[in-house]
Antibody, heavy 120, light 111 residues
Framework: QVQLVESGGGVVQPGGSLRLSCAVS????????MHWVRQAPGKGLEWVAL????????KYSDSVKGRFTISRDNSKNTLFLQMNSLRPEDTAVYFC?????????????WGQGTLVIVSS | EIVMTQSPLSLSVTPGQPASISCKSS???????????LYWYVQQPGQSPQLLIS???NRFSGVPDRFSGSGSGTDFTLKISRVEAEDVGVYYC????????FGQGTKLEIK
């Protein structure tokens, strides 16, 4: 079955960096676009970034553009999110999610999430 | 950015009774390919979101048939024909016509 397992969350000071990983199994990773979506404590869902199946296209929300970078290693079935210049408002659970198809901007399966806390 | 507006933001339903959630988008979600990019997800307590409905009305694998989606253009509805205790959670609509945006969420509670 489809599995997505995020890791790399933790506590970081404002201005710091963190790299999240998402290891996937149960589907052909290089056939699908992938997304990151976050959820601040007690709040709703906010889409963060997406990368096409082959890494040729990446998109970001305005709130993270220029600070976060999405990437993938298709040989290792792993998605990444490099987060720099972190702010307290980036505190959230970060979910990786599988796109419906290789170019899709919609998602079907989600991981369990990893918590990022930005605080001094 | 396409703004998604859900209503109500919360509802309390007696088991066995129907429930309905509205989702309105600030722009039409009908793309030039003829498809409408509106999705429904549910996030049960302590869980990650799960896909319920894709492209307005297509139930995802394993989703009970008491869930149905309808609508077109900018107005969409998720209906639960007979609410069960396991349906508790927060329901989100999402558009992927442009970069994805979600509605605020509708919290469903059981009376």
């Amino acid at each position: 079955q489809v599995q997505l397992v995020e890791s790399g969350g933790g506590v970081v000071q404002p201005g710091g960096s963190l790299r999240l990983s998402c290891a996937v199994s149960g589907f052909i990773f290089y056939d699908y676009a992938m997304h990151w979506v976050r959820q601040a404590p007690g709040k709703g869902l906010e889409w963060v970034a997406l990368m096409s199946f082959d890494g040729s296209e990446e998109k970001y929300s305005d709130s993270v553009k220029g600070r976060f970078t999405i990437s993938r290693d298709n040989s290792k079935n792993t998605l990444f999110l490099q987060m720099n210049s972190l702010r307290p408002e980036d505190t959230a659970v970060y979910f990786c999610a599988k796109a419906v198809n290789r170019g899709a901007w919609s998602v079907d399966y989600w991981g369990q999430g990893t918590l990022v806390i930005v605080s001094s | 950015e396409i703004v998604m507006t859900q209503s109500p933001l919360s509802l309390s339903v007696t088991p066995g009774q129907p429930a309905s959630i509205s989702c309105k988008s600030s722009q039409s979600l009908l793309y030039t390919d003829g498809r409408t990019y509106l999705y429904w997800y549910v996030q049960q307590p302590g869980q990650s979101p799960q896909l319920l409905i894709s492209e307005v009305s297509n139930r995802f694998s394993g989703v009970p048939d008491r869930f149905s989606g309808s609508g077109s253009g900018t107005d969409f509805t998720l209906k639960i024909s007979r609410v069960e205790a396991e349906d508790v959670g927060v329901y989100y609509c999402m558009q992927s016509m442009h970069l994805p945006t979600f509605g605020q969420g509708t919290k469903l509670e059981i009376k």
